[in-house]
């Protein structure tokens, strides 16, 4: 029986070899937002066995939508050269569909990388004034400039020239960024949106501005590419966004020509409460696939090759996305395929490495001697 998990899947002009995605993942390695040799190596040996879709890390809409000073972005022609030369590498030597995530972070921007404490950057230190829908700040982080009717015309606009950027770098994909309690997921949810105006309140008015912004991205992005949205189905606090009220979003970004949603979770409030095991936010893929009728990608401790069969198999979402479990293993999808007795492209340069010509390939099998 062949594996669900390797069998092709197409959105609108773009088939993908199997279901298997590498995920978003920061690496804080950008200076002014461009691209460098980090990226160079780091895409390129992820786009040549991790998966059949790679998607870059968040890719920022302007300088001031960066998470931190060393995030990538897409704002600029610099940026745009950089990315481009990663985009064309990756499609000459790998064997992946490259796709990127767009975004802008919002009342969480203006923060040191991890590897430098993850908190906000110091006065003096070259701080900017972060936006978002109503002044409230991250736990005790500052304010963010609540964005009035000019502000939200501009990031709009912003979004919009990214995804033209983005198009002309080369990318098969975009995928907006409406999760982890950015900029967009802020207006989605009642704890970070606190407007009396069309953009604030009611649920219907809350996804405004996020669903303007798709709107104006897909109108702009080939109509044979597909675009799809991550969001957080849950924020994890009473009160909150709630998986019920994602079921609805999903519905409206569908009916707008999104063609997958990759669910995650959480990231917008502190004060959440997530119990974190394998496969912990396939429930949420599930639901939003199933009620609002739109292909879903699940992400979150997804980690061996017979739990993403099983997820693909049983109907759960119709992609898998792994991030550090690449970044461990960076030729997950081949060993996968191992695992499952399937057989999958590798590169000219690796071809003789593959279990049907490298008889060592057979040592590595858990039980050999």
């Not at 009396?196 to 405004?208: M, P």
């Not at 799809?228 to 909150?240: K, P």
């Not at 081949?334 to 340069?349: C, D, F, R, S, V």
């Amino acid at each position: 029986m062949s594996s669900h998990l390797f069998s092709p899947i197409t959105f609108r002009d773009l088939t993908l070899d199997n279901r298997i995605a590498v995920s978003a993942m920061c690496q804080y390695a950008s200076e002014n937002g461009s691209a460098n040799d980090w990226h160079l190596m780091h895409y390129g040996n992820l786009a040549m066995g991790a998966g059949g879709l790679l998607i870059t890390e968040a890719t920022h809409v302007s300088a001031e939508g960066r998470i931190s000073p060393n995030c990538l972005g897409l704002y600029s022609d610099e940026n745009e050269a950089t990315i481009k030369r990663f985009v064309d590498f990756c499609k000459k030597y790998g064997t992946a569909k490259l796709g990127i995530q767009i975004g802008h972070s919002g009342r969480k921007g203006s923060t040191n990388p991890p590897g430098k404490g993850g908190k906000p950057v110091a006065e003096g230190e070259g701080r900017w004034q972060t936006l978002g829908p109503s002044p409230l700040g991250y736990a005790d982080w500052p304010a963010p400039l609540g964005l009035d009717d000019s502000g939200l015309a501009k990031v709009k606009a912003e979004f919009v020239e990214s995804t033209k950027r983005a198009d002309r770098a080369g990318f098969d994909l975009a995928e907006l960024h409406g999760g982890h309690g950015y900029l967009l997921h802020q207006f989605v949810s009642p704890l970070s949106n606190q407007r009396t105006d069309g953009y604030g309140g009611s649920l219907e008015n809350r996804l405004r501005f996020p669903l303007e912004v798709f709107e104006a991205c897909r109108a702009v992005w080939p109509a044979g590419k597909p675009y799809a949205v991550r969001f957080s189905a849950t924020d994890w606090v009473e009160g909150g966004f709630t998986p019920e009220e994602s079921v609805v979003y999903a519905k409206e970004l569908k009916n707008l020509g999104c063609d997958f949603i990759d669910v995650t979770s959480g990231g917008l409030d502190p004060r959440q409460q997530i119990a974190v095991k394998p496969g912990y936010q396939v429930f949420l893929a599930d639901k939003v696939k199933k009620e609002a009728g739109i292909p879903t990608m699940a992400v979150g401790m997804i980690v061996g090759a017979h739990q993403a069969e099983s997820i693909i198999a049983n109907g759960e979402a119709d992609m898998v996305a792994l991030a550090r479990g690449v970044m461990d293993d960076p030729r997950w999808a081949w060993h996968a395929a191992q695992e499952l007795g399937e057989t999958i492209p590798y590169p000219t340069q690796y071809a003789r490495c593959a279990p049907d010509v490298w008889p060592g390939a057979a040592l590595k099998k858990p039980g050999a001697a």
